[in-house]
């Protein structure tokens, strides 16, 4: 889900970018803004999809070790008879 929007919050971002240099540089604003927007993007959205990334290697990892406990068979002992 955060994967989704994270591209959503990216867009965003350029195209703020682009009505914020638009509104300060009327002539070639969009274009810069664009550019200001998408580098800005590419560094907050970029930390976020690699923390995802790292989240979900995480939970593979937590699952193997589930499976691994639950293979291990514990050795049963005889009490002693004294």
Not at 29 to 42: P, R
């Amino acid at each position: 889900m955060l994967s989704t929007m994270n591209v959503f919050v990216a867009l965003i971002i350029i195209g703020a970018g682009a009505l914020w240099g638009n509104a300060y540089l009327p002539k070639a604003g969009v274009i810069f803004g664009a550019i200001v927007g998408f580098a800005a993007a590419s560094i907050i959205c970029g930390a976020l999809a690699a923390l995802c990334l790292i989240e979900k290697h995480l939970r593979v990892l937590a699952d193997d070790l589930k499976k691994r406990q639950k293979a291990i068979v514990p050795t049963r002992t005889e009490p002693s008879i004294k």
